[in-house]
């Protein structure tokens, strides 16, 4: 996905080369004191990576905290912490978890004084490792799109996520999740009728092991999904492309957050082009490729069309002109 962050996008299609010499560690304003990486695993370098953000939008939120250590094991591992001044707020949900406020990056460096070293660090590890490190490297890929900056390069990278190796390895079917919660088996496992009767079952377990079952189902919801509403923007099955009011927007890489429209008007018009030739899902390139044929208004109309209305805004992108029939 996103041209994207599965992790199993990341397997190297080809024996890993040989790694760049671990960068110099210096300390810079606003970090903790530098310490000199250890090799661990024979030759292969193993980075733990961790980042606090202002919140967990990656078009707009900011990374604010960045840590790597190196090898897995407290005494053997070193690290390294990055604080960073933000220019969006600090969203309240996001400070209530990290609990850094925006005075205490008052004296920190903005993300562009930091990227080159922080780039050299992922460049020079072999083996990435963070819990849920899709959403870490999706903030880290939006703050260097934003400054210009090319992403991350992570073929070649072992990927290794806890959260996705514990899932792996304790496996949630329904079936498991009926022993855990319900206490036992069920019979028929996988006829419609049955798995809906157990996933009922499961579902009133759950809620009482986890004591949510005084919650209304709003907060039921919530925390199922913090962000219940981000695929009600996406045009089409994935996040590459997304409404904003009535204008589209592309959802990834270095132009992220532009009105498909301008880009296709625009000096970068090359970068739908790109986009059109590279292995995206189908509809990305459908869309882009239309982006490159239709103007302005002909183009919402023929995206509401065959992918959907988004929500009405009260001001429309463009002048009122006649707007060809969408096919």
Sequence with gaps: M??????????????????????????APGTAAAVAPAPASGDLRIMIF??????????????????????????????????IKPSV???????????????????????????????????AADVLVGYNLAFDIEMIQAEMARLGRAQLELAGKRIVDPLRLWQQCEPRSLQHAHVRFVGNGFEAAHSASADVAATGRVLAGMLQHFKLHEQGWDEIATICDPQP?????????SKHLRWEGEVVVIGFGKHIGTPLHELAAGPDKSFLRWVVEKDFPPHVGEVCRAAMEMK????????????????????????????????
């Design 229 to 237: 509403n981000r695929w009600a923007s996406w045009v089409g099955p």
């Design 296 to 327: 302005g208004q002909q183009l919402l109309a023929w995206i509401k069309h065959r992918f959907g209305q988004p929500a009405s805004t009260a001001s429309p992108p463009f002048a009122a002109t006649p707007v060809a029939q969408a096919k």
């Design 2 to 27: 996103e041209g994207t962050l599965s992790l199993f996008d990341w397997q190297p299609a080809a024996p890993p080369r040989e790694q760049p010499a671990a960068p110099a560690l210096a300390a």
């Design 89 to 123: 707020a600090i969203s309240p949900g996001a400070q209530a978890v990290h609990g850094i406020a925006m005075e205490d990056l008052a004296g920190c460096p903005s993300f562009d004084a930091v990227a080159d070293d922080i780039a050299a660090a992922f460049s």
């Design 50 to 83: 961790d980042v606090e953000t202002t919140g967990i939008d990656h078009a707009r939120d900011q990374v604010i905290e960045l840590c790597v250590q190196y090898g897995i094991r407290d005494e053997e591992a070193t690290s390294r912490t990055w604080r």
